[in-house]
């Protein structure tokens, strides 16, 4: 029943509970109290001039960022995205730090994507898990399934404002230079988990800038 109403779903209690097995033995990684969603955080897990560098790559690719149902729907992300180059050396050495740290297969990774947001741009709240009822998941049940978890490297302060908060759970986190939070788009079970619900505040002082990778249950390609 739930298989079919939620595509992946075992594959993504495997994967849940094979990271947080792996993330319980490494102590740099810290749990958010709250059971609700499993939310974690890595300080310093980029140096600065690592941060700077993709900073630049960010800069260079940037342009409006879309939506994954492709929606034009221009007040709900109005940030700027890009694709960063998967073979520079900073971006390689960040892919392969975050499988070893997760587990997650490499394969299973969307390439990362970059994100800016100038002084007054957010993205309004939603879920990284794709809705598996929308027409764009004929397109992603073949190139890799459903998300698994996220992974977000902060690459800056912000003066004011550009938390991330998690909003169903109350959890709001600001921007630190090379910190990553990570977090699992599944239930315990498999199946989406809504308290995963989060958006990006607007930025109300100076530029944020973000990685941002995203796991998926199978492949991705
Ligand atoms: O930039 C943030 O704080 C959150 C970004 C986000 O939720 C996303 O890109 O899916
Ligand atoms: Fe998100």
């Given at each position: 029943m739930t298989g079919a109403a939620h595509p992946d779903c075992r594959a993504l209690a495997r994967i849940g509970a094979a990271v947080r097995e792996r993330l319980s033995c490494e102590p740099s990684v810290r749990r958010f109290p709250e059971e609700r969603v499993e939310l974690y955080a890595v300080d310093s897990f980029l140096n600065a001039e690592e941060c700077a560098r993709l900073i630049g790559m960010i800069d260079a690719v940037a342009c409006p960022s879309s939506l994954v149902d492709d929606t034009p729907w221009p007040h709900y992300r109005t940030s700027y995205s890009g694709d960063i180059d998967i073979h520079d050396d900073t971006v390689r050495s960040l892919d392969h730090r975050l499988a070893a740290l997760t587990?997650?297969?490499?394969?299973?990774?969307?390439s990362a994507q970059g994100q800016r947001y100038d002084c007054g741009q957010y993205f309004e709240e939603h879920c990284d898990w794709f809705d598996t009822t929308a027409g764009y998941w004929r397109r992603e049940r073949r190139s890799g399934g459903q998300r698994s978890w996220t992974a977000m490297i902060y690459l800056n302060e912000v003066a004011e404002g550009g938390t991330t908060d998690f909003t169903r759970v109350r959890l709001s986190v600001p921007p630190l230079t090379g910190s990553l939070l990570l977090w699992n788009n599944a239930q315990a079970d498999g199946t989406p988990n809504p308290w995963s619900m989060h958006a990006a505040r607007p930025v109300l002082r100076g530029v944020k800038y973000v990685v941002t990778k995203w796991f998926r249950a199978r492949t991705w390609q």
């Open positions: 587990g997650l297969p490499l394969a299973c990774g969307e």
